[in-house]
């Protein structure tokens, strides 16, 4: 059941950042925190749980983060540009 969760919630961050990017507001930014962290939980508690290839799993988990720190990069650039 903690699959389909997690997979839900990793697209539904990657989905919000491309959203907030367009209209930024510290909300959306927190949001978007909130939904990486909460992805990197289940993600960890998945390979704790059912353990597997890792090395496809951090392949995976360090596409996504990097993926995930480039939009909240970019968000909080333009939010810091909008405020200027």
């Not at 990793?10 to 978007?32: D, G, W």
């Amino acid at each position: 059941m903690i699959l389909p969760i997690h997979i839900i919630i990793a697209l539904s961050s990657v989905f919000y950042s491309i959203y907030a990017f367009f209209t930024p507001t510290k909300k959306k930014l927190y949001a978007i925190y909130a939904l990486t962290a909460l992805t990197i939980i289940s993600g960890t508690y998945l390979v704790i749980t059912h353990p597997g290839p890792m090395a496809e799993v951090c392949t995976t988990g360090l596409v996504y983060i990097g993926i995930m720190l480039v939009g909240i990069w970019a968000v909080h650039h333009k939010l810091a540009l909008a405020k200027n």
